[in-house]
T-cell receptor
Framework: DVKVTQSSRYLVKRTGEKVFLECVQDMDHENMFWYRQDPGLGLRLIYFSYDVKMKEKGDIPEGYSVSREKKERFSLILESASTNQTSMYLC???????????????FGPGTRLTVL | AQKITQTQPGMFVQEKEAVTLDCTYDTSDQSYGLFWYKQPSSGEMIFLIYQGSYDEQNATEGRYSLNFQKARKSTNLVISASQLGDSAMYFCAMREGSPRSQAGTALIFGKGTTLSVSS
């Protein structure tokens, strides 16, 4: 079974802090994703990585950066956390961007971040 | 314009009844894939069912089936014989076949429908 794990289920940070959200997958997937989920807005893509050190911006990258130094690990970084970044953050992985359209995304359990 | 539209914020159904969750999509691609995910209160996203744009048959997986109407650009999820454990948020998602960037291979999600099943 594919497993995607996230470093924390719940996190409370203060405005201005640098925040790291870690995601690890154990199935040698090439693609990894960070989504943000807010009530009434669904899931929105923040960043996507298709290989080590390769990344692309999603729909809402402002205020975030990412790091992928190893294939299995994809980190989301909030350089200076703000209250409007309070949200649920979901990491996902999938086989490859060259795979078929039915290439399923596997999700981690999510991190609920609160910025005070 | 929204690419995935789920017009029902909430649905209520009794146990053992069938329920249909609506989803319409917007794409100019001829080739695309459609997904449904379930998110219980625990937060984890669970893949339920997939339909490819060229699939001639409606997809089925156990109690889940899709009513795929390509001309109407809709892919409604039908859950037969609802169970209490079906109470969750359900997301419809699409992957387009001709993305403009590699990030375009990510799934595009709707806003979700909350299903509540009562005994």
């Amino acid at each position: 079974d594919v497993k995607v794990t996230q470093s924390s289920r719940y996190l409370v940070k203060r405005t201005g802090e640098k925040v790291f959200l870690e995601c690890v997958q154990d199935m040698d997937h090439e693609n990894m994703f960070w989504y943000r989920q807010d009530p009434g807005l669904g899931l929105r893509l923040i960043y996507f990585s298709y290989d080590v050190k390769m990344k692309e911006k999603g729909d809402i990258p402002e205020g975030y950066s990412v790091s992928r130094e190893k294939k299995e690990r994809f980190s989301l970084i909030l350089e200076s956390a703000s209250t409007n970044q309070t949200s649920m953050y979901l990491c996902a992985s999938s086989l490859s961007h060259l795979s078929g359209l039915d290439n399923e995304q596997f999700f981690g359990p999510g991190t609920r971040l609160t910025v005070l | 314009a929204q690419k995935i539209t789920q017009t029902q914020p909430g649905m209520f159904v009794q146990e053992k009844e069938a329920v249909t969750l609506d989803c319409t999509y917007d794409t100019s691609d001829q080739s695309y894939g459609l997904f449904w995910y379930k998110q219980p209160s625990s937060g984890e996203m669970i893949f339920l069912i997939y339909q490819g744009s060229y699939d001639e048959q409606n997809a089925t997986e156990g109690r889940y089936s899709l009513n795929f109407q390509k001309a109407r650009k809709s892919t409604n999820l039908v859950i037969s014989a609802s169970q209490l454990g079906d109470s969750a948020m359900y997301f419809c998602a699409m992957r387009e076949g001709s993305p403009r960037s590699q990030a375009g291979t990510a799934l595009i999600f709707g806003k979700g429908t909350t299903l509540s099943v009562s005994s």
